[in-house]
């Protein structure tokens, strides 16, 4: 299994023809993320669960957020303009950068950055849990 970014708000870096994420993997990061919250991994929330399960599988707190607005019936939306039909413009993405206008280089610095980042507070986590045992 690859490292997962410890920063809450980050987004996996799973490639596109990763294995699939297994409930396995989902309880991992859960546990993993209840022992950066300074709690026993047996302590994991319903919060640190479906976290897990957003980063693993890529889902984003906005893909999230566009469901539940999906769920809404259409005309119960506040429409700001109700007589624009407006038009859907193409997103042009180039080859080399993210959605986020990032190119390469930037995208694989940050991973790194993130990588060392998840690891470090890791094994703070760790450290600390042996501390509390040891003490």
Do not use: F, W
């Not at 859960?30 to 640190?48: H, K, N, S, Y």
Request: aromatic fraction near 0%; include cysteine.
């Amino acid at each position: 299994m690859q490292p997962i970014p410890s920063d809450k708000n980050s987004q996996p870096e799973r490639a596109p023809e990763a294995e699939p994420v297994t409930r396995e993997d989902v309880h991992v990061r859960a546990r993993e993320l209840a022992l950066i919250d300074g709690r026993t991994p047996q302590d994991v929330t319903r919060a640190e669960y479906e976290q897990a399960k957003r980063e693993l599988t890529g889902e984003s707190d906005l893909d999230r957020q566009e469901a539940v607005l999906d769920e809404i019936p259409e005309e119960k939306r506040a429409d700001p303009e109700p007589d624009s039909t407006g038009i859907q413009v193409p997103e042009q993405i180039c080859d080399d950068e993210d959605e986020e206008g990032r190119s390469e280089s930037e995208q694989l610095a940050e991973n790194g950055v993130e990588k060392a980042e998840h690891e470090q507070v890791l094994q703070a986590a760790i450290e600390a849990a042996r501390s509390r045992k040891k003490g």
